[in-house]
């Protein structure tokens, strides 16, 4: 007992010389390490920690002169680089009592993708095509990043990864739809292309977004609270996002892709304002307004009729919201499958969103149809749709549209496209009020336009 007693003391001090030469060193979040893609032609916010009051030294070699920075009383440092266009590699020196040096960076376009399973699904899972998708990958130029999965109640710093090159073997475990969306950028813009995977299977929104988001607002908060717990992942707010998105701030991207919402059907009432507030929330932590591209969740049969439907009515609602895009799966589904193996097309639709509307290098119909608007013409509804050019049917007859009247009792109805619109009536409505689309968990429709674009489900109530 005597001997642990007089070690004691000896090990604290041991520890702490060890801390306070730690703390002298100059040292950096993950996101920045070898092999990195930093976002072309912008003024890049690089930080790290150092010894208080250190004078910190960068210069990276397209720059023409250096940058000096000087470690605060916290011992952390802040400043801003500028970035050119595109190129590399290039090496980026951070100097002070010691010397960190970043080998072999790119500069291009950096997205963020993230979500649940559906994104985290790599090509060794079981895809479409795999074992030819990832004896392919062989992408110099497209690094990747997975954020290894942790939970946290307090927001961090420090998370797990780093930056890999795209090869067969890196390819095969990382994000499938990550990497078919970047390979589709990289060979349309033919810049290097960094994508950064944070997800984590079976978790829900709220999980994934900052604490003050859904406990300041009492509809949130209680609706976050009807989430069960699950032996797989976090379910409570802000649990992941502290661990695996708050310390990727303020590290600039392009944009963010989104893959999630089946974890969310618990609480699909709330899923619009919940995905919502997520997207805000981002925006205003990165402190600019990026892209947010997502998919929309798949048909799929689960437990009650109406959950499934009821999310991915609530992502099309979403929509709303300025500089956001949304793709529809409904074609590319099993329904009997929470995963759907096409994940080259789902990135691709998200891709073609991207480089439409983004990049604009193309000019291209990138969306399905989606629900405009309803007029009443005695006994028929007229509806009508945006991206609505080419409308038509893959069958016979178009399917899963109802129609109700004042009663609210729909029924399977008759749909006919004219003139770019769609006639809705049943012998059973003389009056009607109200017409949905698709609305069952397993309903795989056969509206689609021009581009060969899946409609989304909707209803007008």
Known sequence: ??????????????????????????????????????????????????????????????????????????????????????????????????????????????????????????????????????????????????????????????????????????????????????????????????????????????????????????????????????????????????????????????????????ANTINCYAYKQLFSALITSWRDKWGYEFPFYYAQIAPYKYGSPFEGVEVRDAQRRVLEIPNTGMVVLSDLCDTLNIHPKNKQDAALRLANIALNRYYKTVKIEDSGPMYKGMTIDKNKAVISFDHSEGLHTAGDKLTYFEIAGDDKIFYPAEAKIKDGQVIVQSKKVKSPVAVRFAWKNTAVPNLFNGADLPASCFTTE
């Open 1 to 262: 007992m005597k001997t642990f007693i007089k070690r004691v003391p000896l090990t604290v001090v041991v520890l702490f010389i060890f801390l306070q030469f730690s703390k002298a060193n100059i040292s950096l979040p993950e996101i920045f390490s070898d092999n990195m893609v930093l976002q072309q032609k912008s003024d890049i916010i690089f930080w790290g920690w150092a010894k208080t009051g250190e004078t910190i030294v960068i210069k990276a070699d397209w720059m023409d002169s250096d940058i000096t920075v000087k470690a605060d009383v916290q011992g952390t440092w802040k400043t801003t680089i500028k970035t050119p266009g595109f190129g590399g590699p290039y090496n980026i020196h951070i100097k002070g009592q010691n010397e960190v040096i970043l080998k072999n960076v790119l500069i291009g376009e950096v997205w963020l993708c993230s979500g649940q399973s559906n994104m985290e699904m790599s090509a060794q899972w079981g895809i479409d095509n795999g074992d030819e998708e990832i004896k392919n990958a062989n992408f110099p130029e497209i690094r990747l990043f997975t954020v290894g999965a942790s939970t946290s109640h307090y927001p961090q710093d420090h998370l797990s990864g780093k930056w890999l090159v795209c090869t067969p073997d890196e390819m095969k475990t990382f994000s499938a739809i990550g990497y078919f969306f970047a390979r589709k950028l990289f060979k349309e813009l033919g810049v290097p292309v960094g994508i950064i995977n944070s997800s984590w299977g079976g978790t829900p929104a709220e999980s994934w977004m900052p604490e003050e988001a859904t406990q300041k607002n009492d509809f949130l908060r209680e609706a976050a609270a009807k989430q069960k717990v699950v032996p797989w992942g976090p379910v409570e707010p802000a649990r992941i996002y502290n661990s695996m998105i708050n310390p990727l701030i303020p590290f600039r991207i392009a944009g963010v892709l989104w893959y999630q919402g089946e």
